[in-house]
Each structure stands twice: as structure tokens, then as C-alpha cells.
């Protein structure tokens, strides 16, 4: 699904090629690749497929930018796919902007198909934060891009993706690139969508890795983290003092208890804009409680790893 929609771009296709990193799949994902891959690949259309060892991300995505040979790279994840003008309106914004990475409108969607309440509180800017690439509606500069087009030069300059860090690479990448003095930019023409998870479990456990990963990188100096990335840490500490405190002092209890009060009330208020089921506008409030404090509580075990 997210190959295919790489292959039928507008893009002229003798402009761009397509590197497929995999990751030692033990599924039958590999023989998949290779029948598109013999069915689509032409003389003028490369489509390469390489094997990443390491098996992280990070470790994959730095093959596909080094073995590239365009002025210009992106990347899709596997759970992801491009609209059909995608690479196309990438190239036209990044050369006209000042900016080494583009990105644009990321769409959130249940892996199944169906629209359901994961997807919707994936995909609320209460749920996940007020990225450009999820609410802004007009083109600007920004402070990240999803699924952006790079520069390839600035990989040459800063470096690479770092192979150490499991999770969240791409927001200590952004972090140095905006400490070199690069700009990122947003255009809300550039469509993605990805593919969330649908399961309360899976949701939740995918919460508290981004949560433990993003104190990683606290830990390991990058300075990436902005404002968003730190509400559900100081929500979960607060709670978690008001508890302990509230054994000397009751009041902190009371205290505590109105903070979640407040939380499911702004819940309720996102909800409502979401959709117009009553059943999920009651779910969802306590699906965000659970999403935030599973994300605080990633920040406490990333404490703690070594």
C-alpha cells in the first residue's frame, strides 16, 4: 500500500527513484516488494531494494539517504502513503521556499479502514499535540515536517539520522538541523496519511515508547523537545505529588482530583469536535486521560533506562 502510492505519482517518473529498506522481514513482505519491483521498475524508473541489518529505523533510513542519487530525499513508512501529487508538490514548495525540508497535512486513519475512535483521538490536536503538520491550514514556516523533503545536501552537513536511538530519531535530527540555522516549511497541499493503531492496547504501549524515548534524548543532551513534548511528563508528575503530599496535606488530593476533573472536561470539548456519536463523544475524554498519562509514564521509565 504505501510502495504503490509512491509508484503512482503525478511525478515524472524518469525524476525519481524508489530505495526499499527492508528490515530482514520474516513475513512474505520481501517476495511482495520483488514481484512490484519486476512489474514496475523500467529502464528510466529505478526501484532498488535494500537490506538493513540493524533493524532500527534509524539504521534503515540513513541506507535510503546515502545510496540515493537525487538532489532531493523523503521517506514513507510502511504504515504510511502518499497522496498521488505528494512528491510533486514537495519539489515545487522546496524550490521556492528558504527552507532544507518541506513537509505537509498529515492524515490520521484507522489501519483497518475504518474511522474509528483511535484514529480520532490520534488524530485530535488535544490528543497529540498542535504540530503544523496535524492543525495549521496555511502555509508557513515551521519547527518540524512529517514525511518532509530534505536537501540531501544537509545530511552531508549535519549528519545523519543518530543509530543509537531506537525511537523518535526524527526530532533530534530537526533539533540540529534548526541549531545549524536551517528552516523547515509547511504546505497543507502535501498530503500523507498514516495508518494508526487500532487497539486501545496497541495505542497505549506505542504512548509510553514515545514518552520513554523522548526522555532519552533529554537525557542524551538534545535539546528538541518543545513545550507539547512535556505536558504529559509535568501532568503525571503533578498527579503523582499530589498523591504521595496528599498523606501530609488532604486538600492535595482534591487538588489532584480536580486537575483530572479538568482534563476529561477538555477531553469532552475536543471530543465533541471530533464527531457526533455520543457513545465515543463519552469515550473519548477518558481514551486522552489514558493516552497522556501513558505518555508521562514513558518519561518515567526512560528515567530509569540505561
Known amino acids: 500500500m504505501s510502495l504503490m502510492s509512491l509508484i503512482n505519482q503525478t511525478y515524472p517518473k524518469d525524476k525519481y527513484e524508489i530505495i526499499i529498506v527492508d528490515g530482514i522481514s520474516e513475513d512474505n513482505t520481501l517476495n511482495i516488494i520483488k514481484k512490484i519491483q519486476t512489474n514496475y521498475m523500467t ?3 529505478r526501484i532498488s531494494i535494500m537490506i538493513n541489518e540493524k533493524k532500527i529505523l534509524s539504521s534503515g533510513w540513513n541506507i535510503g539517504i546515502k545510496n540515493a542519487k537525487g538532489e532531493y530525499v523523503t521517506r514513507i513508512d510502511a504504515h504510511a502513503t502518499a497522496e498521488p501529487s505528494f512528491i510533486e508538490r514537495s519539489v515545487r514548495t522546496i524550490t521556492k521556499v528558504n527552507a532544507v525540508c518541506v513537509g505537509g497535512k498529515l492524515v490520521s486513519k484507522s489501519i483497518d479502514g475504518v474511522d474509528n475512535i483511535i484514529s480520532k483521538v490520534l488524530s485530535s490536536s488535544f490528543g497529540v499535540g498542535n504540530s503544523s503538520f496535524r492543525v495549521a491550514q496555511e502555509p508557513t514556516y515551521a519547527d518540524t515536517a512529517v ?3 530534505y536537501r540531501k545536501k544537509v545530511f552531508e552537513e ?13 526530532i533530534e535530527l530537526h533539533s540540529k538541523i534548526r541549531k545549524a540555522g536551517y528552516k523547515f516549511y509547511f504546505n497543507p497541499g502535501i498530503r500523507s496519511t498514516y495508518y494508526t493503531r487500532n487497539t486501545l492496547k496497541k495505542m497505549l504501549k506505542q504512548a509510553i515508547g514515545n514518552g520513554q524515548w523522548n526522555m532519552i534524548l533529554i537525557k542524551k543532551g538534545t535539546s528538541a523537545l518543545s513545550f507539547r513534548h512535556l505536558v504529559p511528563f509535568a501532568f503525571i508528575l503533578y498527579l503523582i505529588l499530589s498523591i504521595i503530599s496528599g498523606f501530609l496535606w488532604n486538600f492535595m488530593w482534591i487538588l489532584g482530583g480536580g486537575v483530572i476533573l479538568i482534563h476529561l472536561f477538555l477531553g469532552f470539548c475536543f471530543a465533541i469536535k471530533k464527531t457526533n456519536n455520543i457513545v465515543e463523544i463519552c469515550e473519548m475524554p477518558w481514551l486522552f486521560l489514558l493516552l497522556h498519562l501513558s505518555y508521562g509514564y514513558g518519561y518515567i521509565k526512560g528515567i530509569t533506562y540505561k
Open 158 to 170: 549535519i549528519g545523519y539520522f543518530d543509530e543509537t536511538t531506537v525511537r523518535n530519531q526524527d
Open 147 to 149: 514525511y518532509g523533503l
Open 43 to 45: 529502464d528510466s524508473f
